[in-house]
């Protein structure tokens, strides 16, 4: 039977009827008033964000009341106080979560003036006339803006949202489920949603759009992350405003180490994206102009300011991309025939690096500036397959066995299909994967692993050049984020900046590139062993360039970016050659990084040969 409340009245009035009922009706009128107490309780507390101003503007005055009676000689260090709080709220380092130069200007002028107000009260009397009506004008001119404020208001619409959730929740098909919480923040609000038994979030995923209809946001404004916790819950995000709708310009390197985590970008929530690459492999995948190569900028521009790494870059689309940086890499290939030896250069000094580890009995190489770590960075590595199908396999020893020896191989590519990236397990071994923009929904589990797109990376949906969802140890949400934006001036400035004093290869790892040449190896290895043994041969190409460079130097030598610059060869060929000279007492280092040809009087002929 369907009983309303008015029935019960009625049918309570007839109980009651005219019988003795004083105690009873006693008892009624205490239920009454205290839940008239608690209903004002709760409404005082629903709406205390509202009552913020008039509370504050009572305390003031309740404060500069006993104050004045109190300790009225303190009103000057109120002042003060007033005064330095205000300045520290304009300048960010209090209430730091106001991001927008208005809200601080708000809070300052407000607590400056409260603060006056205060100070005023103190040495007069808050009971004066005029004062007591400044404290009401002024409560109230503050009340204004508060009460129209943006977030204050968002925070409305959410409650009204909250209310609304379960037609909502009926119209898009997630009948049962309802908010477990919910929270304005910077962009818009965030709740967690609870699903009713049998639901999942791959429900909740499928019915996105339906989601932003029912709440009638702009398309494209709803987030659904899982609940790392809870099955039958999920995280609704609803975004105002896009945090990522401008470039993020980037600000500098985030490291000084590979040990540290770089810094990618930033999340939706503000928050950086940190990726450790010591001891692991990145693949960064994502259609043309989805910003692959900006990525890759992010990281070389954080890594050549660790001296504890060195840099191997191939770039086989002529070097449009890693010339750049070329004073920063040890070598950089550009041609396929370039690119394979880079990568067979690679698997020697893995295997010395790991004779070397077996012969001191440890497990592990630790990077440091003497023995640096190796990392190779290659763009486009689809181009590899095409035109140095050899490289893959030297690729795949270093992805399955270089993390231990500190390789670590970073890959970009459009699409990381088994032709693009090799029949090899390279791609099993990258356990860092970013994610860009992908043109079919299938690309995503391409690039992030089989079973992602289900799972709510929806890395198809990423809407402008630099968007991307990052998985990797420790980042397992499926988070939007956005690259920083590396340009063009940034990257000569790096490069200027650390050009100059990146570190050179370790010994052990410089010798194991140059091993014993055996008749039956590779004829172009050697034909370079054969070069560099001729001593009598007049000098060719680079070396004769670099001699020249070493001959015609000023007092204080030339700077070995300058040797790299003129002879377009990488650090460690430039270093190797000087070794040599020097052992033979050719050329001299005139400082850290700076030579010249020896001064003695023939040395110039005996340079040139
Ligand atoms: N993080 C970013 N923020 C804003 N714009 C970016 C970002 N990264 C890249 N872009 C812009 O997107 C464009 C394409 O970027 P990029 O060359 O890195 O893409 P790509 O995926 O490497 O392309 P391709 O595969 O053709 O080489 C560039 O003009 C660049 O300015």
């Known amino acids: ?23 009873f009706m006693l008892v009624m009128n205490d239920r009454y008033s205290g839940a008239a107490l608690e209903a004002v309780g709760r409404w005082l507390f629903r709406y205390r964000s509202e009552l913020a101003p008039i509370v504050l503007g009572l305390w003031v005055g309740l404060a500069g009341l006993v104050l004045h009676s109190t300790h009225p000689g303190v009103w000057p260090l109120i002042a ?12 960010g380092w209090l209430l730091r979560r106001l991001d927008r130069f208005e809200e601080r200007l708000y809070a300052a002028v407000t607590a400056c003036a409260a603060g006056g107000w205060l100070a005023s009260a103190t040495a007069l009397g808050g009971g004066r006339f005029q004062l007591s009506w ?3 004008v002024g409560t109230l001119a503050a009340a204004v803006p508060w009460w129209t404020h943006r977030r204050r208001r968002a925070r409305v619409a959410v409650d009204r949202t909250i209310r609304a959730w379960p037609d909502v929740a009926e119209s898009i098909g997630l009948v049962g489920s309802h908010v477990v919480s919910a929270a304005v923040d910077l962009w818009g609000w965030r709740a967690r949603v609870g699903l009713r038994r049998g639901q999942t979030v791959a429900d909740a995923l499928s019915r996105v759009p339906a989601i932003e209809s029912g709440l009638g946001t702009r398309p494209g404004a709803v987030r659904v992350t899982p609940d ?3 099955a039958d819950r999920f995280t609704l995000r609803v975004l105002d405003r896009d945090p990522h709708a401008e470039p993020i310009p980037w600000t500098g390197p985030s490291v000084a180490s590979i040990c540290d985590p770089i810094e990618l970008g930033v999340y939706e929530d503000a928050s950086p994206v940190r990726v450790s690459l010591l001891r692991r492999h990145a693949l960064i995948g994502g259609i043309a102009g989805s910003g692959k190569s900006g990525v890759l900028n992010v990281i070389l521009a954080n890594l050549v300011a660790c001296p504890d790494v060195v840099l191997w870059g191939i770039d086989l689309k002529g070097g449009m991309e890693l010339q ?7 070598r950089l290939a550009t041609m396929p025939r370039e690119a394979a030896a880079l990568l067979r250069d690679g698997v020697r000094v893995l295997d010395g690096r790991a004779g070397a580890l077996s012969r001191r009995g440890l497990r592990v190489w630790e990077p440091s500036e003497a023995d640096p770590a190796l990392v190779f960075v290659v763009d486009e590595y689809a181009e590899l397959a095409e035109e140095a199908g050899d490289a893959l396999a030297h690729a795949d020893s270093i992805a399955r066995r270089g993390r231990a020896v500190a ?4 890959a970009a590519t459009q699409r990381p299909t088994q032709q693009a990236m090799g029949r090899k397990a390279v791609r099993s071994q990258m356990d860092v994967r970013v994610c860009l923009r992908v043109r079919e929904r299938r690309d995503v589990d391409l690039v992030l692993g089989q079973g992602m797109l289900a799972a709510g990376w929806a890395a198809h949906m990423l809407d402008a050049p630099g968007k991307f969802l990052l998985s990797a140890p420790g980042a397992d949400a499926p988070q939007r984020a956005r690259a920083y934006l590396v340009g063009d001036a940034d990257v000569h400035a790096t490069v200027e900046r650390y050009g100059p004093s990146r570190t050179p290869l370790d010994p052990l790892s410089l010798s194991a590139t140059r091993p014993v040449v055996t008749p039956d190896e590779d004829s172009d290895v050697i034909d370079a062993e054969l070069v560099d043994a001729d001593d009598s041969a007049p000098p060719q190409g680079p070396e004769a360039v670099l001699l020249n460079a070493l001959n015609d130097a000023p007092p204080q030598g030339r700077s070995v970016a300058g040797l790299m610059r003129a002879t377009g060869m990488g650090r460690t060929w430039v270093y190797d050659r000087l070794q040599e000279y020097a052992t033979a007492g050719r050329v001299v280092q005139v400082s850290r990084g700076r030579w010249r040809a020896h001064q003695g009087g023939d040395s110039a002929a005996a340079m040139t040969g």
């Not at 750049?324 to 040890?330: G, I, K, N, V, Y």
């Open 134 to 136: 400044l404290l009401l």
């Open 407 to 410: 390789e670590t191989l970073l």
């Open 80 to 91: 003060v106080g007033a005064v330095v709080l205000s300045g520290a709220v304009l300048k």
């Open 324 to 330: 750049p940086w070329a004073a920063c890499l040890d």
């Open 1 to 23: 039977m369907n009983r309303t409340p008015r029935r019960y009245a009625r049918r309570l009035r007839k109980q009651i009827g005219g019988a003795d009922t004083p105690p």
């Open 228 to 230: 790392e916790s809870r």
